[in-house]
């Protein structure tokens, strides 16, 4: 069984957050536990009387609402770029003009060695695509920034390497749901098996910045949740 997430401690930390600076990953800053988050940038890690500082992006609002939560832990998200959604918690230890300094973090989590992680679909998960016969709706097995799969009650005129367009992911949460609009996909293959429905596999071709944006965030709290099921973090 795949491990759900692998920690990066040590001089593993400075390489990996000096990484993520240099390539000004964009990353969700979170105050846990409150509808509080901003998007901001890690900016630098810096040696200051011999300890270690990570400096991030001031964000608009932040001080503010901080100033209720101080003795909280921030978390941050982001993604790298190979698709591996990381997490890690740090606590902000002071305000300047040039960005809050904040402790660095003990580990950093990778959430998935996946290149593009898959989660399992919830109950109602459903895909609305159109064929040439018009609107199909199928049941959502599981699904990714990359791709999705997912059977249907009835035969499909699906085949490899089809292309499909305008496809609609819709995921219930609370009382209502996500909806999350695919310009483009195709078909990559069809697993057949002998006592359940046939699986049909499908790669997003085409995915829209905000969407992917959205989704990924979803993501993420998919496995946060997941996570703290298994008191991984």
């Given at each position: 069984m795949e491990e759900l997430a692998e920690t990066i401690s040590g001089k593993g930390i400075i390489d990996h957050l000096h990484e993520l600076v240099a390539k000004r990953r964009m990353c969700k800053m979170e105050i846990p536990n409150t509808p509080h988050s901003w998007l901001t940038l890690l900016l630098s890690v810096q040696e200051?009387?011999?300890?270690?500082?990570?400096?991030?992006d001031r964000a608009t609002g932040f001080e503010k609402v901080f100033a209720r939560y101080r003795d909280r832990e921030v978390s941050f998200e982001f993604l790298e770029i190979d698709g591996v959604p990381c997490q890690f918690k740090t606590r902000i230890v002071g305000f300047h003009p040039e960005g809050l300094r904040a402790e660095l973090p003990k580990c950093i989590f990778r959430l998935q060695r996946r290149g593009c992680v898959r989660i399992a679909a919830r109950s109602g998960t459903e895909i609305i695509f159109h064929l040439e016969k018009g609107e199909e709706t199928a049941k959502v097995k599981?699904?990714?920034l990359g791709g999705v799969s997912f059977f249907s009650d009835r035969s499909l005129p699906l085949h490899t390497g089809d292309r499909i367009d305008q496809l609609e992911l819709r995921v219930p949460r609370g009382t209502g749901e996500i909806n999350f609009r695919i310009p483009r996909a195709v078909v990559k293959r069809m697993e057949r098996h002998s006592s359940k429905k046939d699986i049909w596999v499908l790669e997003f071709m085409e995915m829209p910045d905000t969407t992917q944006e959205q989704m990924w965030q979803h993501i993420f709290?998919?496995?946060?949740?997941?996570?703290?099921k298994t008191k991984k973090i």
């Open positions: 200051i009387s011999g300890s270690h500082y990570l400096w991030i599981d699904y990714s709290e998919e496995q946060r949740i997941l996570l703290q």
